[in-house]
């Protein structure tokens, strides 16, 4: 059963920047497609971003430019760097897993952009 854990989310002012990562554990990592996704209170879950084992990524359309996802296979973690943040980036963000049929979910960090 693999096991993701996330960490580095927290209060930011508008227009600042907070990095969030995610450990992986077991799960064949280098196999697997590592994302990001966010739901804000009264919302859908929705997709930021995501990163296959070739580092190719995709992004949703409301945070293309601004947000970075990254992986280090050897480490065994997925990174998502949010820069120029927006208060409608307020949400819980939540890193995934998924490996064909399988699919991990952490058990998401919340961001809260405010001033």
């Known amino acids: 059963q693999g096991q993701l854990v996330e960490s580095g989310g927290g209060l930011v002012q508008p227009g600042g920047s907070l990095r969030l990562s995610c450990a992986a554990s077991e799960i064949n990592f280098k196999a697997y497609i590592m994302g990001w996704y966010r739901q804000a209170p009264g919302k859908q879950r929705e997709l930021v971003a995501i990163?296959?084992?070739?580092?190719?990524?995709n992004y949703g359309d409301s945070v293309k430019g601004r947000l970075t996802i990254s992986r280090d296979n050897a480490k065994k973690t997925v990174s998502l760097q949010m820069n120029s943040l927006k208060p409608e980036d307020t949400a819980v963000y939540y890193c995934?897993?998924?490996?064909?049929?399988?699919?991990?979910w952490g058990q998401g960090t919340q961001v809260t952009v405010s001033s």
């Open positions: 990163i296959d084992s070739g580092g190719t990524t």
């Open positions: 995934t897993a998924r490996f064909l049929t399988l699919k991990y």
